[in-house]
């Protein structure tokens, strides 16, 4: 397993689905983790839960579509750490619609979330991560960012603009020993999509987890866990030489299908 140890590691959307598994694995692997969500239940009992073990993780209830949130959440972890290693953006917001039917209040929520909660992290840390002698940030694309899928548009817009921020922090920031890499899952099965179909196809449940499913050539939708290893990876020394890279990890959804 490539080991964290001494690295402080903020996490956004931590408690659940592909957050919650890279918070026990980065603390697993002996990182301190702060992750940060919006869902005081699931966030208490996950940092009771990982506690419990001996390793490190600390809950922050934080809404990074507020800049304002998120400047003072980072710079408090700073304050208590001195430090900050590793960022993992990974809270994000989905939608079903197209370029007709999606709402300008929709639209906006999703900037909000998952391209301007990005930048305020990304705007926040970065000057921190330079104070600390350097830092591995990840950010969470999608396949929706590098091929069309259907009523797809805000998310797939968010998503697209995801990736390009990541190509330019990387460039930016060679000389501060920072790296910034993005992932680009294609489906995972986590309760976000469990409640996704239960909201958007009710009484079609089971057919369309069954359709999603098949269409990641491989047969299956992505576990967190595995999501999580590739974070890990990311966030190790071992990535040392790896920085301004997108990585697929789709089942084959992208290359398979195009």
Known sequence: MYTLNNKTAIITGGSKGIGKATTQLLAKSGADVYFIDIDDQEGQSLQKEISQRGQKATYINCNIASYD????????????????????NN????????????????????????????FHCLSSCIPLMQKSGGGAIVNMSSVAA?????????????KGAVS?????????????????????PGRVHTPFVDNFIKKNYPGQEKEM?????????????GKPEEIAGLIQYLCSDEASFITGSIYPIDGGFITLNS
């Open 91 to 118: 809270a994000g917001i989905a939608h079903i619609g197209n370029a007709t039917n999606t709402t300008p209040e929709d639209f906006q929520k999703i900037v909000d979330v998952n391209v301007k909660g990005v």
């Open 69 to 88: 949130d998120v400047k003072k959440t980072i710079e408090g972890i700073f304050k208590n750490t001195g430090k900050i290693d590793i960022l993992i």
């Open 164 to 184: 390009a921020m990541t190509l330019s922090v990387a460039k930016d920031y060679l000389n501060d020993n920072i790296r910034c890499n993005a992932i680009a």
């Open 209 to 221: 987890f069954e359709k999603l499913s098949k269409t990641q050539p491989i047969g299956r939708m």
């Open 146 to 158: 590098e091929l069309g899928i259907s009523d797809r548009f805000a998310y797939s817009m968010s």
